[in-house]
């Protein structure tokens, strides 16, 4: 009993850390007697230089990224968005969100507009409405300065070579255009093709010249190669331009396209070259560890916090999950052969909701949950959630659903004399879970419920597509800003690292004190 009462109390101390931290997030939007109509909420993924970037500071015209504190969106596509928010009259508001989030967020009213390179292909007119151009540029192949491709002047001299492009982007069909080319599958973003172009998996891809630019400024030995006139890629125009993404039908539409018409050509390509200037920063580094410490440096603060907002979901997630389990799995085991009518049928309802519930969050990735919940919720019910409190709720429902098997296994192993002597001084059933059959399934599934958190420190990482600033998804910033990418992810490696390790440890001790005879096994997500 005293154990129980302890769990509750620190059960107790989570749900009200969860509800500070509910309402310290609330958006922007609604401090100080503003409306939507006196801000610019504008998404990007502040990863992509030299349209945007992330920073730690103000300097050079950056503005603070609304959804991850200290730190600030810099570039092209910033400098844009504050030019068009004067005009508008309203004050700019810069999201952080993964690429793939972008347009869900935009059709679902989580932000206003999307200013982030994105060219009005008619696969996204499908969805979208973009305004007019607001800056046109042509396509480039970005390959190893001193590789066999680096004098190429057509497409024909790329002839068996091994070309990609980015994810979702009109890039990647491009590639098509080469003859006899070795297609290789897309990547998600620009940092990891630099990778995988440096690390020699691909010998070139394509690219719009601005970003081509930003990548052999942090690259010296990457070249971009400019294709002779009539030699290079056949594209649309609406291709080779980005314009800025709106919500259907939206009046917004023309208000910026009337913002656009007073911004001069001139001061857009000002713009640009300033931006592009801005990437050479002239490292004097060069050693790994020298720019991993120069990373560090300039970011730790960033990598810290992303750090905290992983373990609060982690930790939030697995102990509201455990509540989860428990209730869907005593009310899996209400006995009903005695029971007669609505009872009867009411408990076996809602054990074949119990049932569904668990088999419906165990067969789908919780990639797909947090999509459907945090951006359906919005577009289809009206419910606006936070992506923090939409996080802890989505780790929370997924970990709940595989510890609920976990403690069905736990309470299976319960030996059946304790039910009957349960049964036998006339317990209830609600009374026999929870004084007599818990506790030492408990003691059974302590290993488990260990490894469901240190599965859940790694597995939040696929919540950036609902811009929850975790560690992964600052890291990726970090990595798309500076270029940097095995140096950035080096640290988050070490991050993760000590984080499971501490984890495992403590895990252990409370296994070999509460549990000494059921071993601790460290478990994939695959094996969860």
Known sequence: ????????????????????????????????????????????????????????????????????????????????????????????????????????????????????????????????????????????????????????????????????????????????????????????????????????????????????????????????????????????????????????????????????ANIPETDRQKAMDKMVALQNRGETQTSFFGQVAAIWGDYAGLFLRGTGVTLLISLVGTACGLIIGFFVQVVRTIPTERRHGPSQWGIRLAQGLCTGYVEVFRSTPMIVQAMLIFYGSKQFLGVDMQPLLAACLIVSINTGAYLAETIRGGIDSVDRGQWEAANAIGLKHGQMMVHVILPQAMRAILPSIGNELIVNIKDTSVLNVISVTELFFVTKSVAGSTFQIFQAYFIVAIIYFILTRIATILIRLLSKKFSPDVPFQLKSSSEA
């Open 1 to 260: 009993m005293k154990r129980l009462r302890q769990l509750r109390v620190l059960l107790s101390a989570l749900f009200v850390l969860l509800s500070i931290l509910s309402i310290s997030a609330q958006p922007v939007l609604a401090r100080d007697g503003e409306t939507d109509k006196e801000t610019f909420v504008v998404g990007m993924e502040v990863n992509y230089a030299p349209f945007n970037w992330s920073q730690t500071s103000a300097a050079d015209g950056a503005v603070p990224v609304e959804n991850s504190p200290d730190e600030y969106a810099n570039g092209y596509d910033v400098w844009m968005a504050r030019q068009l928010a004067e005009k508008l009259g309203r004050r700019l508001v810069i999201k952080k969100m993964e690429w793939d989030g972008l347009p869900p967020a935009l059709t679902s009213g989580k932000i206003d507009a999307i200013i982030a390179g994105m060219s009005p292909t008619p696969e996204r007119k499908e969805i979208l409405d973009f305004t007019e151009a607001y800056y046109a540029s042509d396509l480039v192949i970005v390959v190893q300065k001193d590789g066999k491709y680096a004098g190429a002047k057509s497409l024909e001299d790329f002839k068996g070579a091994k070309i990609t492009g980015q994810l979702n982007t009109f890039h990647y069909k491009m590639v098509d255009q080469i003859p006899g080319v070795q297609k290789q599958a897309p990547l998600d973003n620009f940092s990891t093709m630099i990778t995988a172009l440096n690390a020699g998996s691909i010998d070139g891809y394509v690219s719009e010249r601005p970003g081509a630019m930003a990548a052999m400024l942090s690259n010296p030995n990457l070249t971009m190669v400019q294709l002779d006139k009539g030699k290079g890629f056949q594209a649309d125009p609406e291709n080779t331009t980005v314009a800025v993404g709106v919500r259907k039908g939206d009046a917004l539409k023309a208000q910026i396209n009337k913002a656009l």
